[in-house]
Structure formats: C-alpha cells, structure tokens
C-alpha cells in the first residue's frame, strides 16, 4: 500500500509525462525541467515496492495522450507498422470497431504493445536513477494480467473516442 506522499508523487509523475506526451516531447523527457525530487521515475522509492506498475501507468497515460482515439492518423500507423513486418497492411476503423474480426484487433493490440514498450524504453533514459523495464521480461515475472490490461483499457478508451 502507498501513502500519501508516494500517491501525490505518483500523480504529479503522471501529469509530468502527460504533458510531454501532450507536447509530442516523449523522446526528449530527459532534458524537460521538473520537480526531480516528486518525480517517481527519478526516484523509483516513491514508486512503492512494484515500481514496474507505476511505470506502466504512466505509459498508458502517454500513449492515451498522443492517440486518444481510433481514427484515421492510428489506423494509418496500424497499418504501416504491419507493411514493415510484411504484412498486408488494410486495417480499416471499421475492421477494428468490429468484434468479429480478430485479425484487425490483433494488429491494434501489437500496436498498443509496441508503444508501451517504446514508452517504458523512453522512460529508461528519464534520468541516472530511471528503471529499464521489458515487457517480455515483466510478464515472465507475473506480470502479463496487468500488461494485458493496460493494453485492453487503451484500446477500449480509444474505441469509444473513435472518430
């Protein structure tokens, strides 16, 4: 359980990287001026004893900010991250507000991973003290449920902001 103070730091943590994130900043994190003592990615003791978890959170939160909705811009990246795995690239919004077609919510799926995993990479690089954390190792750890939750609740956010 956290306290208090390790809950404000967390939240500040959060807003700290949304508005990177809002600023399209994310790969410059490191040299933006902040409060470094309340930051729970320069000091992973304010992130508790699973500082992975809280690292997650701030990734899902970015990723929301940069694509908070399915629309054509997502749909465009989708498609073109498959063409570079040489895969056909013909993802639709309507393949992907779709339920039946498993194929499209995949590729949305492999791609939300992929920003979560750029993100945790970008976050490794914050500052000296920052925690290098892959999503393969995390989930051999135990922690795939929460993995797979972070991706469900992007994906499930952006739908309902689908433009």
């Known amino acids: 359980m956290r306290g208090q103070d390790s809950d ?12 990177i994130a809002r600023q399209n900043r994310f790969a410059e994190n490191a040299t933006l001026a902040h409060d470094r003592d309340r930051c729970a990615v320069c000091n992973a003791a304010l992130a508790g ?6 690292y997650l959170e ?3 939160a970015s ?10 811009a997502l749909v465009a990246q989708i498609n ?9 690239g013909d993802i639709t919004i ?13 590729s949305w799926a492999a791609w939300v991973r992929e920003a979560l995993a750029t993100g945790l990479g970008l ?3 914050h500052s000296p003290a920052s925690l290098d954390f892959d999503l393969d190792e995390q989930e051999a750890l135990g922690h795939g449920p929460l993995i797979a939750s972070g991706i469900e ?6 739908k309902k902001a689908a433009r």
């Open 123 to 125: 976050l490794s690089v």
């Open 8 to 19: 404000d730091s967390i939240q500040y943590t959060i807003e700290h990287f949304q508005e």
């Open 153 to 158: 609740y992007i994906m499930e956010t952006q």
């Open 94 to 106: 309507a393949r992907l507000l779709s339920d039946e077609d498993q194929d499209a919510l995949r």
């Open 58 to 60: 701030v990734t899902v």
């Open 49 to 54: 004893p699973e500082p992975f978890v809280v």
């Open 63 to 72: 990723v929301l900010v940069r694509r908070p909705g399915l629309d054509e």
């Open 80 to 88: 073109s991250d498959m063409e570079m795995a040489g895969m056909a």
